[in-house]
C-alpha cells in the first residue's frame, strides 16, 4: 500500500524549528503485513500528535476505553501514549534519535497496541527521521604533525576524522583548511562513507625559515543551516630522519569468533622504512584518537605488529571494529605511517531464546468456545543468522495450542473443551528453541485460571428417603434432613430446597410437612393418625442459585 501525508500542527514548534523542517515536518502511516508505519522528526515537544490511530487503525474511538487499549514498547521506555478521548498517539518524552539508534540510517521504534474484548495485537513502527542537532567536533583539539625539511611536496599525512552523531546529509559533508602557503587538504572517501582529511605538502619545507605552521582544520556538516567544528593542527618542521613507515596495505581485514579467548592472535601488520639504522627500526601502536572500547578489547605488540585479543568479544553488541594502527621509526624527528583495521566479529549461539507474555487473559470462562485468545506471546534472540531463529512449542495434552502469527508472534488459543470442575488451574509450559547448533532453550510457565460457569445441577445423597414417624407424635418435630452437592463454585453451588406441591388425601402436602429451605431439614405440621394415613410421600427439589 502507499503512504498518505499527514500535516503537522505547526504552532507546537519553535519558529526557527518549523523554518528548519518545513520540507519535512510530515507524517506518514501505512498497514503493510498488519504494521502501521510513521514517520516524525526527533526532539518533538511533548504533546504533539503524531497521528490519529484509532482512525488508521479502523477503531471506534468511543470504545477505546472500555476495550482497554494499551500501548506497549520493545525500547522499554515509553516515548509516547494513546489520547484514549480523541484516539490520537501523541509524544511523551524527549526523543533523541542519536541517543535511540546512534549512526544506523533508518531508526525505527516498534510498538504493540494490545486492544481487549476481543483481544487484538497492532504492530506500530515510528520512523525518528535526524535532525541537524550536534555539530562535527574532533576528538583531539590540538594536533600536533611533525614533518622533516626534506619531504618531497606531494607527501600526505592522515588527519582526524571529525565525529558527528547526526546522520545522513546531516553527518560531516567537508573539510576546510585555513589559508598558508605550503599545505592544501585533500579528503579520502572510505569505503564506509567515511571522509578522512589529509594534510598534502604542496611547497617544500624550511626549518630555517619556518619551523612551525599553524593551521586550522574545520568539519562542515550537510545540514541547514550549517554546523561546523574545528580542530588545531600545529605542523613542527624537523630534520633529518626523511623517510616515514609504509605499511604494505592501507586497510587490514580479517574476521574473528566472539568465542575467542584473550591472548588469541587476530592478524599481523606489515610496515617497511627505506631508512637505515634507528631510522628503520619501527615500532606499532594503536592511533591517538583510538576509543577507549578498542583499548580494552585488542592489545598490538609493538615489536611484531601482531594484534591479539584482550577483552571480552560480544557479536550482538558490537559486530564490527575499525580502528587505526600507527608505525613509528625511531630516527630523530621520528616519522609515522599509518592503516586502517576492520574486525568483523562472527556470532556463535551464546544467547538463550526469550519468551515474552505481552497480554494474558486470566480467569478464562470455562465454557469457552474452541480457538478463544488466552495470551499474546512473543519470542526474541539476541543471536544472528540461525542462531536467531526461535521456534516456540507447547507441553503435550494441554487443552491450548499456539498459533504463529506475524514476526515471531503467537497467540495462545484454547484447543479442547474445559471443566473447571476436573481442573481449575493449568500450568502452561512454553519451550522455546533457537535453530543453532548445538541449539539453546528456554521454558516459560503461564498459569491459567478457569472461571465457573454454572454447568452442574445439584445432586442429592440418595435418591430417595424413607421414614418411620410414630403417630400422635408433636407437631414441628423433625423428621428427617435431606442433602445435596453441587460442584460448581461460588453462587453456581449454594443450594436451596423446597417441597414440590403435591396433594395428600386431597390436602396439599405443605399442610404435613415444611422443609428449611438452607440446611433441607423436614419438619412435621401436625400430629399423624396411623388409623388415618399409614404413608405418603412427597418430592423435594433442590435449586442452585
Same mark, same amino acid.
Given at each position: 500500500?502507499?503512504?498518505?501525508?499527514?500535516?503537522?500542527?505547526?504552532?507546537?514548534?519553535?519558529?526557527?524549528?518549523?523554518?528548519?523542517?518545513?520540507?519535512?515536518?510530515?507524517?506518514?502511516?501505512?498497514?503493510?503485513?498488519?504494521?502501521?508505519?510513521?514517520?516524525?522528526?526527533?526532539?518533538? $515537544?511533548?504533546?504533539?500528535?503524531?497521528?490519529?490511530?484509532?482512525?488508521?487503525?479502523?477503531?471506534?474511538?468511543?470504545?477505546?476505553?472500555?476495550? $482497554?487499549?494499551?500501548?506497549?514498547?520493545?525500547?522499554?521506555?515509553?516515548?509516547?501514549?494513546?489520547?484514549?478521548?480523541?484516539?490520537?498517539?501523541?509524544?511523551?518524552? !524527549?526523543?533523541?534519535?542519536?541517543?535511540?539508534?546512534?549512526?544506523?540510517?533508518?531508526?525505527?521504534?516498534? =510498538?504493540?497496541?494490545?486492544?481487549?474484548?476481543?483481544?487484538?495485537?497492532?504492530?506500530?513502527?515510528?520512523?525518528?527521521?535526524?535532525?541537524?542537532?550536534?555539530?562535527?567536533?574532533?576528538?583531539?583539539?590540538?594536533?600536533?604533525?611533525?614533518?622533516?625539511?626534506?619531504?618531497?611536496?606531494?607527501?600526505?599525512?592522515?588527519?582526524?576524522?571529525?565525529?558527528?552523531?547526526?546522520?545522513?546529509?546531516?553527518?560531516?559533508?567537508?573539510?576546510?583548511?585555513?589559508?598558508?602557503?605550503?599545505?592544501?587538504?585533500?579528503?579520502?572517501?572510505?569505503?564506509?562513507?567515511?571522509?578522512?582529511?589529509?594534510?598534502?605538502?604542496?611547497?617544500?619545507?624550511?626549518?630555517?625559515?619556518?619551523?612551525?605552521?599553524?593551521?586550522?582544520?574545520?568539519?562542515?556538516?550537510?545540514?541547514? /543551516?550549517? !554546523?561546523?567544528?574545528?580542530?588545531?593542527?600545529?605542523?613542527?618542521?624537523?630534520?633529518?630522519?626523511?623517510?616515514?613507515?609504509?605499511?604494505?596495505?592501507?586497510?587490514?581485514?580479517?574476521?574473528?569468533?566472539?568465542?575467542?579467548?584473550?591472548?588469541?592472535?587476530?592478524?599481523?601488520?606489515?610496515?617497511?622504512?627505506?631508512?637505515?639504522?634507528?631510522?628503520?627500526?619501527?615500532?606499532?601502536?594503536?592511533?591517538?584518537?583510538?576509543?577507549?572500547?578498542?583499548?580494552?578489547?585488542?592489545?598490538?605488540?609493538?615489536?611484531?605488529?601482531?594484534?591479539?585479543?584482550?577483552?571480552? =568479544?560480544?557479536?550482538?553488541?558490537?559486530?564490527?571494529?575499525?580502528?587505526?594502527?600507527?608505525?613509528?621509526?625511531?630516527?630523530?624527528?621520528?616519522?609515522?605511517?599509518?592503516?586502517?583495521?576492520?574486525?568483523?566479529?562472527?556470532?556463535?549461539?551464546?544467547?538463550?531464546?526469550?519468551?515474552?507474555?505481552?497480554?494474558?487473559?486470566?480467569?478464562?470462562?470455562?465454557?469457552?468456545?474452541?480457538?478463544?485468545?488466552?495470551?499474546?506471546?512473543?519470542?526474541?534472540?539476541?543471536?544472528?543468522?540461525?542462531?536467531?531463529?526461535?521456534? =516456540?512449542?507447547?507441553?503435550?495434552?494441554?487443552?491450548?495450542?499456539?498459533? /504463529?502469527?506475524?514476526?515471531?508472534?503467537?497467540?495462545?488459543?484454547?484447543?479442547?473443551?474445559?471443566? !473447571?470442575?476436573?481442573?481449575?488451574?493449568?500450568?502452561?509450559?512454553?519451550?522455546?528453541?533457537?535453530?543453532?547448533?548445538?541449539?539453546?532453550?528456554?521454558? $516459560?510457565?503461564?498459569?491459567?485460571?478457569?472461571?465457573?460457569?454454572?454447568?452442574?445441577?445439584?445432586?442429592?445423597?440418595?435418591?430417595?428417603?424413607?421414614?418411620?414417624?410414630?403417630?400422635?407424635?408433636?407437631?414441628?418435630?423433625?423428621?428427617?434432613?435431606?442433602?445435596?452437592?453441587?460442584?460448581?463454585?461460588?453462587?453456581?453451588?449454594?443450594?436451596?430446597?423446597?417441597?414440590?406441591?403435591?396433594?395428600?388425601?386431597?390436602?396439599?402436602?405443605?399442610?404435613?410437612?415444611?422443609?428449611?429451605?438452607?440446611?433441607?431439614?423436614?419438619?412435621?405440621?401436625?400430629?399423624?393418625?396411623?388409623?388415618?394415613?399409614?404413608?405418603?410421600?412427597?418430592?423435594?427439589?433442590?435449586?442452585?442459585?
Amino acid at each position: 500500500m502507499g503512504y498518505t501525508e499527514r500535516e503537522m500542527m505547526w504552532n507546537r514548534l519553535p519558529t526557527w524549528q518549523v523554518f528548519l523542517w518545513w520540507h519535512h515536518f510530515f507524517l506518514l502511516w501505512t498497514t503493510i503485513d498488519g504494521q502501521t508505519r510513521y514517520s516524525i522528526p526527533e526532539e518533538l $515537544k511533548q504533546g504533539s500528535v503524531v497521528g490519529n490511530i484509532a482512525k488508521d487503525l479502523g477503531l471506534v474511538v468511543s470504545e477505546l476505553h472500555w476495550r $482497554k487499549l494499551r500501548l506497549t514498547s520493545e525500547a522499554g521506555k515509553q516515548y509516547f501514549s494513546v489520547d484514549l478521548g480523541k484516539g490520537e498517539l501523541v509524544v511523551t518524552d !524527549r526523543i533523541d534519535r542519536e541517543e535511540m539508534c546512534g549512526q544506523k540510517p533508518s531508526c525505527l521504534l516498534p =510498538l504493540e497496541l494490545v486492544i481487549d474484548n476481543p483481544l487484538q495485537l497492532h504492530r506500530v513502527e515510528i520512523e525518528i527521521q535526524d535532525t541537524n542537532d550536534n555539530s562535527p567536533s574532533f576528538l583531539t583539539k590540538e594536533k600536533v604533525v611533525k614533518i622533516a625539511e626534506l619531504v618531497n611536496p606531494g607527501a600526505r599525512f592522515p588527519l582526524e576524522s571529525a565525529q558527528d552523531p547526526d546522520v545522513g546529509v546531516n553527518s560531516v559533508r567537508s573539510y576546510m583548511l585555513s589559508k598558508n602557503d605550503n599545505f592544501k587538504l585533500t579528503v579520502k572517501n572510505h569505503k564506509d562513507g567515511r571522509k578522512i582529511p589529509e594534510l598534502v605538502l604542496e611547497k617544500p619545507l624550511d626549518r630555517e625559515k619556518m619551523p612551525v605552521h599553524n593551521l586550522i582544520l574545520t568539519a562542515v556538516d550537510g545540514g541547514d /543551516p550549517v !554546523r561546523s567544528g574545528t580542530s588545531e593542527i600545529t605542523v613542527i618542521v624537523l630534520d633529518i630522519n626523511d623517510n616515514a613507515p609504509q605499511f604494505e596495505k592501507q586497510v587490514y581485514e580479517t574476521n574473528v569468533s566472539e568465542k575467542a579467548t584473550p591472548g588469541t592472535e587476530i592478524l599481523h601488520v606489515k610496515a617497511t622504512d627505506a631508512d637505515e639504522g634507528v631510522n628503520g627500526e619501527i615500532e606499532y601502536f594503536f592511533a591517538e584518537q583510538t576509543s577507549d572500547l578498542i583499548l580494552s578489547l585488542f592489545a598490538i605488540e609493538s615489536s611484531t605488529g601482531t594484534i591479539v585479543v584482550r577483552g571480552n =568479544l560480544d557479536h550482538e553488541t558490537n559486530s564490527l571494529h575499525r580502528f587505526d594502527i600507527t608505525a613509528k621509526d625511531k630516527g630523530n624527528p621520528q616519522m609515522d605511517g599509518h592503516c586502517g583495521i576492520e574486525i568483523k566479529i562472527l556470532d556463535i549461539n551464546d544467547n538463550n531464546p526469550e519468551i515474552i507474555v505481552t497480554s494474558l487473559t486470566s480467569p478464562v470462562p470455562e465454557d469457552s468456545a474452541v480457538g478463544t485468545v488466552i495470551a499474546l506471546i512473543s519470542a526474541k534472540d539476541p543471536d544472528s543468522g540461525d542462531n536467531g531463529k526461535v521456534l =516456540l512449542t507447547l507441553s503435550p495434552k494441554s487443552p491450548f495450542k499456539l498459533n /504463529p502469527s506475524v514476526s515471531n508472534h503467537y497467540s495462545l488459543v484454547t484447543n479442547g473443551r474445559l471443566d !473447571r470442575e476436573k481442573n481449575a488451574q493449568y500450568r502452561v509450559k512454553i519451550s522455546a528453541s533457537d535453530s543453532g547448533n548445538p541449539a539453546l532453550t528456554s521454558e $516459560k510457565i503461564i498459569l491459567v485460571e478457569l472461571s465457573d460457569v454454572n454447568d452442574n445441577p445439584p445432586i442429592f445423597s440418595k435418591p430417595s428417603y424413607l421414614i418411620y414417624v410414630k403417630e400422635n407424635h408433636p407437631p414441628g418435630k423433625i423428621l428427617c434432613s435431606v442433602s445435596a452437592t453441587d460442584p460448581d463454585a461460588g453462587e453456581n453451588a449454594k443450594v436451596s430446597y423446597s417441597i414440590l406441591d403435591s396433594k395428600v388425601q386431597d390436602v396439599s402436602v405443605s399442610s404435613y410437612v415444611y422443609i428449611n429451605s438452607d440446611n433441607g431439614s423436614i419438619y412435621s405440621m401436625h400430629s399423624f393418625d396411623y388409623e388415618k394415613l399409614k404413608v405418603f410421600q412427597i418430592q423435594v427439589q433442590a435449586k442452585d442459585q
